[in-house]
C-alpha cells in the first residue's frame, strides 16, 4: 500500500470520525434527535428538491457551478495564455495586465462585481437571455481563475526545452503550429496536476456564491436553519463541511499521485 492510498484511507475515515466526534460534543444526549430532524432535509442540501426529483439546488449547483466555470477558464486561460507567451509586445503586454489584475482580485469582489455590472437579461440576436445568479456566478468565478489558469499555461510551455521549439521550427513549422503540435502535447501532462488543484480550489470557492443569490448548498442550509431553527445550525454546517470534504479530498489525492508519476516519469 502506497502513502497515497494510507493518506486517502486515513482521510476518508478520519475526517468524518473527527466529524462526528465534534457533532457528538455540541449536541451530547440531544444527538440522535438532532440527527432525525435533519435526515429529511438531506435531500434538499443535496439537490435542492426535498424528494430528489430535479437538480436545481444544493450542493449540485455547486458542482455544476464548478464544472462550467471550469470549463469557460480552461478555454479562456488557454488563450490568455497563448497572448503571455507573444512575441508581440503589444499582444503580450496587455494579456499580462488583465493577467495580474484578475489573479491578484479577490474572487467575493469578482463575484459582487459581476452580480452588479452584468444586467438581468441581454438581447442576442433579437432573442432575450436571463442572466440568473448562478450565470452570474459562473461568470465571476471563471474571471480569476482564467489567469491562474494562464498562469499554469505560460509555465507549462516554458517548461518545454527551448531545443524543441527550435527542431520543429527547422522542420518549416509556424510558431503556433510549433505550439499545438509539438510544444502542448508535451506540456500538457505537466499541467494537470496543477489544473487539478485550481479545480479544487475553485470547487471550494463555490461557497461564496452564496453573496449572489444562487440557490447553493450554503443558501439551502440557511434557508433550513431558518425554518428549523438555530438547534440545528451546527449540525447542517458540519454536514455541508463533510460534502465539501468527501468531494475534493479525493482530487487533492489524485493529484498528488499524479504530482509523483509526472515527477518520477513513471506512466
Given at each position: 500500500m502506497n502513502m497515497q492510498t494510507r493518506t486517502f484511507i486515513l482521510g476518508m475515515v478520519g475526517v468524518p470520525a473527527?466529524?462526528?466526534?465534534?457533532?457528538?460534543?455540541?449536541y451530547g444526549e440531544q444527538s440522535s434527535a438532532v440527527i432525525r430532524r435533519i435526515m429529511p432535509r438531506v435531500p434538499m442540501l443535496l439537490t435542492g428538491s426535498a424528494d430528489f426529483s430535479s437538480l436545481d439546488g444544493g450542493f449540485a449547483t455547486n458542482i455544476v457551478i464548478s464544472l462550467c466555470s471550469m470549463a469557460?477558464?480552461?478555454?479562456a486561460g488557454a488563450m490568455l495564455?497563448?497572448?503571455?507567451?507573444a512575441?508581440?509586445?503589444?499582444?503580450?503586454?496587455?494579456?499580462?495586465?488583465?493577467?495580474?489584475?484578475?489573479?491578484?482580485s479577490p474572487w467575493l469582489v469578482v463575484l459582487f462585481a459581476m452580480l452588479y455590472l452584468l444586467p438581468f437579461e441581454i438581447e442576442i440576436f433579437g432573442l432575450t437571455v436571463s442572466l440568473s445568479p448562478a450565470v452570474k456566478?459562473?461568470?465571476?468565478?471563471?474571471?480569476?481563475?482564467?489567469?491562474?489558469?494562464?498562469?499554469?499555461?505560460?509555465?507549462?510551455?516554458?517548461?518545454?526545452?527551448?531545443?524543441?521549439?527550435?527542431?520543429?521550427?527547422?522542420?518549416?513549422?509556424?510558431?503556433?503550429q510549433i505550439l499545438r503540435h509539438v510544444v502542448i502535447p508535451q506540456a500538457l501532462p505537466l499541467m494537470v496536476p496543477n489544473l487539478m488543484t485550481m479545480y479544487s480550489m475553485l470547487f471550494i470557492g463555490t461557497s461564496l456564491v452564496v453573496v449572489t443569490g444562487a440557490n447553493d448548498v450554503l443558501s439551502v442550509a440557511r434557508t433550513i436553519i431558518a425554518v428549523d431553527g438555530e438547534a440545528v445550525a451546527t449540525a447542517i454546517?458540519?454536514?455541508v463541511l463533510l460534502l465539501f470534504f468527501l468531494f475534493c479530498f479525493p482530487i487533492a489525492i489524485l493529484t498528488r499521485r499524479l504530482e509523483h508519476r509526472v515527477g518520477t516519469g513513471n506512466p
Open positions: 473527527l466529524l462526528a466526534l465534534v457533532f457528538l460534543s455540541v469557460i477558464a480552461i478555454v495564455g497563448t497572448g503571455l507567451i512575441r508581440s509586445g503589444f499582444v503580450r503586454l496587455p494579456c499580462s495586465l488583465f493577467m495580474n489584475l484578475l489573479r491578484n456566478a459562473v461568470i465571476g468565478l471563471a474571471l480569476p481563475v482564467t489567469a491562474n489558469i494562464a498562469e499554469i499555461f505560460r509555465g507549462g510551455v516554458q517548461a518545454i526545452p527551448s531545443g524543441q521549439w527550435e527542431s520543429a521550427s527547422s522542420l518549416g513549422y509556424r510558431r503556433l454546517y458540519i454536514f
